[in-house]
């Protein structure tokens, strides 16, 4: 069985965490420009580079480094290390990388063991997430397991190296992204849970929202993550640097134990072990199902994932439901009104911590205004009529918060989280009727060309621009180049010349991934590699049976189906659930514990074997074939259904036009 990704932050798939055969072939990037360098100078001029705090916190209380260790797999494969980042031991950021992202990349390379404060630990850079371990009074409460059983093992390793070898009691997970769970059978075994030795906790919602997100978009999302992270990208100067919220996404074995307690309400205190912990909930931020966590004993807040050392994103590049900065700078405020008096260190579930009474207030304030001000001046423009585009080219933070790095773009994307906004209160549509029936992007992209005169015409004048270090327009008229005719070099390397010089101005990790991820692909086509698959095993098990027929329905061709009919009962032995499938109206629907009596066919199986095919292990052809699905009545019919599905490509074009579909 071939392991499976799942990453939400967190975060979207991604096919390997290390630059495959196919990236290191590519052409080899360019070098800065004159117009990007003379670009990062000024922006190292608006930088508070002479604040040096971060340096010191991100390295305090560190036991032991990771260091350039390499985590392998039962197979050998290489799970992670941070090798190949060597080159951010240069003090000065080189041309092709904006400063203030240079010394956060930094930052992120501090990674180990690290002792919080009495009795709380904190593993970090063994992937993009945090570890963190409160030492209880018989054994251990482990918060956020990681990304994978491999990297989540290597971090128990090396505490258990330096601490007493203690049981772990409780595992929680902080939200609903799989970062911060797909690594628990690396620390606990479901035996343990089942026995009731091991309790694991988790926001309401959690198993919902964990395997919902990658399955119902997860195809899309996952090949779009790969923009995202720059997991292709070689790392370097001229390429992957950082991910934001650390270097990057561990490989290896995503698992899933579902959780025994949940917390409901929105605020709830527990005493696990010995250790009392306020649970406040915060959904519909950075996850729909995410809690942050006051331990008053340690005088310690958690905030999990809505609090971390860079501005995060309201729409992360790989897509997602747009989350909401207001609640978000609530939340934030709630945790300083409520627990601000109470607490001398703040910690996440990614970076490093914040230590001081003051600095604490400060940096919780400083948070929630940059959410609020994002947000009430992008309601502010669009009331006086401006879109999204527009907008996002007139909000800069104030210098207020701009001299606050915890708060600067090294993630989420300034602009890109302005046009969210926009989007969520007020669509895609920005009013003017004339982009309400545009042309698809083929079309257009050939009529603009035309009406300016030719491929050529366009590339003598967009060539002027590059020189002029127009980058944002030459990448957009490029893109129409490309669009118009994805066999014209010319323009597919002039585009990539002008993605790259933007993401070497980018200041946000991702922006210049998805940047540098472009160019790439433009000088050498698209990965030949396979993307990953949408979910994990625990995840497949775990999925509802409801879902997985609302998937089917995505599956479904509807102009295909076009006139055809079905009715198919499905029983499952080994769980007793009934459920009946219609195909009417080119539309796939379900009716759970039901059964219809006039059915074309019934289809008697288990949840074993339809996860088994969930997980490309069967075919339902086979399944039928081996007597594993029984199908009484009209087994065309059952045929004819599934193929109306359609398989989804892991694999497409972004920066080039998608081959048409048959209807």
Request: with cysteine; net charge neutral.
């Amino acid at each position: 069985m071939k392991t499976a990704h799942r990453l939400t932050c967190a975060l979207g798939l991604i096919a390997s965490v290390y630059a495959p055969a196919w990236a290191q072939q590519q052409q080899q990037p360019k070098d800065a420009t004159e117009a990007t360098r003379v670009a990062q100078q000024a922006q190292l001029a608006t930088l508070p580079m002479a604040d040096r705090q971060a340096f010191e916190d991100a390295t305090r209380g560190l036991v032991e480094p990771l260091g350039d260790a390499v985590i392998n797999g039962a197979n050998g494969r290489t799970i992670w290390t941070l090798k190949g980042y060597e080159f951010l031991q240069k003090s000065q950021a080189p041309g092709t990388v904006h400063p203030g992202l240079w010394r956060h990349a930094q930052l992120n390379m501090n990674n180990g063991l690290f002792k919080v404060t009495d009795r709380v630990w904190q593993l970090r850079g063994f992937d993009i997430a945090n570890m963190t371990i409160i030492e209880g009074n018989k054994g251990l409460i482990v918060i956020d397991p990681l990304l994978s059983t491999e990297v989540a093992q290597a971090a128990m390793e090396l505490y258990f190296k330096h601490r007493p070898k203690r049981p772990v009691v409780a595992v929680i997970y902080s939200h609903s992204h799989v970062d911060h769970f797909g690594g628990v059978r690396g620390v606990v075994d479901q035996k343990e849970v089942d026995a009731g030795k091991v309790s694991i906790w988790a926001p309401a919602g959690f198993m919902a929202e964990a395997i919902g997100e990658n399955v119902i978009a997860g195809n899309a999302m996952s090949r779009r993550a790969h923009y995202q992270f720059g997991q292709m990208i070689p790392r370097g100067e001229r390429g992957q640097v950082d991910a934001g919220l650390g270097k990057g996404l561990a490989a290896g074995s995503i698992t899933l134990i579902a959780p025994t307690r949940l917390i409901e309400k929105p605020v709830e205190k527990h005493r696990i072990d010995g250790v009392d912990i306020v649970f406040e909930m915060a959904p519909g931020a950075e996850a729909p199902s995410q809690f942050i966590m006051h331990y008053p004993q340690f005088k310690v807040l958690n905030m999990a994932e809505i609090g971390t050392q860079n501005f995060h994103n309201l729409l992360p590049m790989r897509g997602a439901l747009v989350r909401d900065p207001l609640a978000w700078s609530k939340y934030l405020d709630g945790a300083l009104q409520r627990y601000g008096a109470g607490t001398d260190i703040v910690i996440a579930q990614h970076q490093w911590p914040v230590w001081g009474h003051d600095r604490v207030q400060n940096y919780l304030g400083k948070q929630r205004d940059a959410y609020k001000y994002l947000h009430d001046q992008a309601l502010r423009l669009l009331n006086h009529g401006y879109t999204g585009e527009e907008l996002a080219d007139m909000v800069q933070l104030p210098a207020s918060l701009q001299s606050e790095w915890s708060v600067h773009s090294h993630y989420g994307s300034l602009k890109n989280n302005l046009k969210a906004i926009y989007q969520r209160y007020l669509g895609y549509y920005d009013g003017n009727p004339a982009n309400l029936d545009r042309l698809p992007p083929v079309e257009s992209a050939r009529k603009t060309v035309q009406y300016m005169g030719g491929a050529q015409a366009v590339l003598a004048k967009a060539r002027d621009d590059y020189a002029r270090g127009e980058y944002r327009w030459v990448a957009q008229l490029a893109s129409q180049l490309v669009f118009a005719d994805p066999a014209n070099q010319e323009a597919r390397q002039l585009g990539a010349d002008a993605l790259e010089q933007l993401g070497y101005q980018s200041e946000s990790a991702t922006a210049r991934n998805a940047y540098l991820q472009g160019a790439m692909e433009l000088r050498e086509g698209m990965p030949k590699t396979l993307g990953a698959v949408t979910a994990s095993p625990d995840a497949i098990r775990a999925m509802p049976l409801e879902m997985f027929f609302d998937y089917l329905g995505i599956r479904l061709n509807g102009p295909k189906a076009a006139g055809k009919a079905a009715v198919l009962n499905w029983r499952f032995t080994d769980t007793k659930e009934d459920a009946v499938l219609r195909l009417q109206n080119s539309t796939l629907s379900a009716s759970m514990k039901a059964q219809a009596p006039n059915a074309d066919a019934t289809l008697t199986l288990t949840r074993a074997t339809l996860d088994a095919i969930s997980l490309q292990q069967l075919t339902f052809p086979k399944a039928i074939e081996s007597g594993a699905i029984t199908v009484s009545g009209n087994k065309a019919k059952v045929f004819e259904v599934l193929g109306l599905l359609d398989t989804f490509p892991r694999m497409f074009p972004l920066v080039e036009p998608r081959a048409a579909i048959a209807p």
